[in-house]
């Protein structure tokens, strides 16, 4: 589900870790819109250090495009979003949480992304995670077993949660 505040709150959850604990170890990524001349053009994935890499486009014409996958009018460059995303989420000893703003259909086109996720959720780290629960179709593989583990946002029902609902500080 595409623009409901997932973001924004797994943003603001961030932001609010990182001024109460400096020190805090955060891995992962989220997910920010592209925009061009006030029109949404795509997707792109950032880390919380700052790096971006495009997720998807409606406006890519290259030729390599032609060959991605497509959710609605995006195509999505599966290639650029797993060379970011994937080694945000290496396990590493050091690490006090992952966040995962998107496991959804973009994301998951790729067959190292999920993986991935799988390994996170299995390591003993915390994770605040945001996964869209389909209207139709097929829910998110495996995501039923790992429910008491991460936070979901899937729709407007969370969205208008506060940070401070989420934060016990």
């Known amino acids: 589900m595409r623009g409901v505040g997932k973001t924004t709150l797994i943003v603001k959850v961030f932001e609010t870790l990182k001024s109460s604990n400096p020190?805090?170890?955060?891995?992962?990524?989220?997910?920010?819109?592209?925009?061009?001349?006030?029109?949404?053009?795509?997707?792109?994935v950032v880390t919380f250090d700052g790096r971006t890499a495009p997720l998807a486009s409606s406006i890519s014409s290259s030729p390599e495009s032609l060959r991605w996958p497509t959710v609605g009018k995006y195509k999505v460059d599966v290639a650029s979003f797993e060379s970011l995303a994937v080694p945000e989420l290496q396990v590493r000893e050091d690490t006090d949480l992952f966040v995962i703003?998107?496991?959804?259909?973009?994301?998951?086109?790729?067959?190292?992304?999920?993986?991935?996720?799988?390994?996170?959720?299995?390591?003993?780290?915390?994770?605040l995670a945001s996964v869209p629960i389909p209207k139709v179709g097929r829910d998110i593989p495996a995501g039923d077993n790992y429910e008491g583990h991460m936070v979901a946002f899937a729709g407007h029902k969370y969205a208008t949660r506060s940070t401070a609902d989420l934060l016990p500080i």
């Open 23 to 44: 020190n805090l170890k955060i891995q992962g990524f989220y997910i920010s819109e592209v925009r061009q001349g006030g029109e949404r053009v795509g997707f792109q």
């Open 101 to 127: 703003d998107g496991v959804g259909k973009m994301e998951l086109f790729g067959s190292s992304f999920f993986p991935a996720v799988l390994r996170v959720l299995e390591s003993n780290v915390p994770v």
